[in-house]
């Protein structure tokens, strides 16, 4: 493989491994939030209007941060009647082929990021809640998420090849 491949396939590993790691603690958060606010209704009868989002934009940035390292990891969900048996070099041959697809749907999922991106931005859309939080936060989280996993799928694409043709990288 060419060297700029594989400094590609090392950065983008690299990137999505920290992103990934740090995206595992907003579970906790997530928790801690969510501990909150069953002390603060429970205990001093105090409800909050924000809880319910902060905690489902909290799930959707680990959600979404977290899917190249999950790539990495290979922890997604796979088809594996006949998969698993085959050798390894049928395995990347496989995979080289239905990559293609998977970059096909996540660059349509970029664009349609990057258009939620710019109207949240352009017109500052809140979210219809009483508490009306502003989105375009969380939608440039999705945006950096669904390029961070796009270029994981590229990275992929390059190690699958190189294993089919018997090279490491």
Same mark, same amino acid.
């Given at each position: 493989m060419p060297k700029a &491949?594989?400094?590609f396939v090392r950065y983008v590993e *690299? *990137?999505?491994k920290a992103v990934g790691k740090f995206s595992m603690?907003?579970?906790f958060g997530m928790g801690g939030v969510l501990l909150f606010e069953s002390i603060a209704r429970t205990l001093f009868n105090q409800p909050h209007i924000w809880v319910v989002e902060i905690a489902q934009f909290l799930m959707a940035a680990y959600y979404l941060l977290g899917g190249?390292?999950?790539m990495i990891l290979k922890g997604h969900v796979r088809m594996d009647l006949l998969y698993g048996r085959w050798s390894v070099k049928r395995q990347a041959l496989a995979?080289?082929?239905t990559g293609p697809f998977l970059m096909f749907y996540l660059i349509f999922l970029l664009v349609g990021a990057i258009s939620a991106i710019e109207y949240a &931005?352009? !017109?500052g859309q809140k979210n219809y809640t009483p508490w009306a939080p502003p989105l375009a936060p969380i939608k440039i989280i999705m945006g950096i998420g669904i390029l961070l996993m796009l270029l994981q799928t590229? *990275?992929? %694409? %390059?190690r699958d090849l190189a294993? !089919?043709?018997?090279?490491?990288?």
């Open positions: &491949v594989i400094v *690299a *990137a999505n603690y907003l579970v190249g390292y999950s995979d080289l082929i &931005v352009s !017109y590229m *990275a992929r %694409f %390059f294993k !089919y043709r018997g090279e490491k990288i």
